[in-house]
């Protein structure tokens, strides 16, 4: 198992505990973010040691190629000075080293790959755990609106519409009830402190100014010729105004004076 294969394996057994106990959806979105912080710097710090080996095979590989040179050389030093002994001996750790060598290249390239992939993984990581970040107030976001919602389906779902329309109906009984009792509170007010009488009598001083003005409004019209003026009053008019014992003496003179004229 790499150590990404490792590190996955890890990441998700957390995650799961997290969700699985999650009573803080925050705490829980934070926790994962440091744990994938932790495991990305041990990440890096193996990937780092993967490239050390890396270079280190290169390093080697390069020094098997050079000794390989120096022992050509020497065997070309030899065969000039005719020692062929020395000559062969030379050959062989030439061959032996570019031997060496050889092996070393191969394991080399075989490490920078896995090295090239090991570095493209720990990028890919560090980049997912960026977005991460990115989506953790996208999901706070989400489950507050969750809890909110929850919250208002349990508020409906314990308040029946019944209770709600009797506490409503209960409510408006009760200020019907209010304002029924300040009226009637009023109204005594009215009836004990002579208010009522005093309204009474401006509601007749209203009504006799407002005759007047009639009056005073027909009088102006005939003055300007737009009704005619008024008719003298006859007798029985001016008598109108007489009360009934007056009537009868006026009656009982005149019958005199017709039996007079009449003897």
Do not use: C, Y
Not at 35 to 58: F, T
Not at 105 to 123: P, V
Not at 146 to 153: G, L, T, V, Y
Not at 204 to 220: F, T
Request: zero cysteines.
């Amino acid at each position: 198992m790499g150590i990404f294969d490792r590190f996955a394996t890890l990441i998700k057994s957390n995650i799961n505990d997290l969700i699985s106990s999650a009573e803080n959806p925050e705490k829980m979105l934070n926790q994962i973010i440091v744990d994938m912080r932790d495991q990305l710097i041990k990440a890096k710090q193996q990937v780092a040691a993967a490239i050390a080996d890396e270079k280190r095979l290169r390093d080697q590989a390069d020094d098997e190629a050079k000794q390989a040179q120096d022992w050509m050389a020497k065997a070309e030093l030899a065969v000039r000075q005719n020692a062929d002994d020395l000559a062969k001996s030379a050959l062989v750790r030439h061959g032996e080293h570019l031997t060496h060598h050889q092996q070393l290249e191969l394991t080399w390239q075989a490490h920078q790959s896995e090295t090239e992939k090991l570095k493209a993984s720990l990028r890919e990581l560090n980049d997912k755990i960026e977005e991460a970040k990115r989506k953790k107030n996208l999901l706070l976001a989400r489950q507050r609106r969750a809890q909110a919602q929850k919250r208002i389906a349990d508020t409906m779902s314990s308040m029946s519409e019944k209770s709600a329309f009797e506490a409503f109906a209960r409510m408006e009984e009760k200020i019907a009830t209010n304002e029924r009792m300040i009226k009637a509170s009023a109204e005594i007010d009215e009836e004990f402190s002579g208010d009522r009488l005093q309204r009474d009598f401006k509601a007749l001083e209203k009504a006799h100014g407002s005759a007047s003005a009639d009056a005073q409004l027909m009088a102006l019209k005939q003055k300007m010729g737009i009704l005619p003026a008024p008719s003298a009053p006859d007798q029985r008019q001016l008598g109108a105004g007489k009360n009934s014992a007056e009537e009868i003496h006026d009656a009982e003179v005149e019958e005199v004076h017709d039996e007079k004229q009449r003897g």
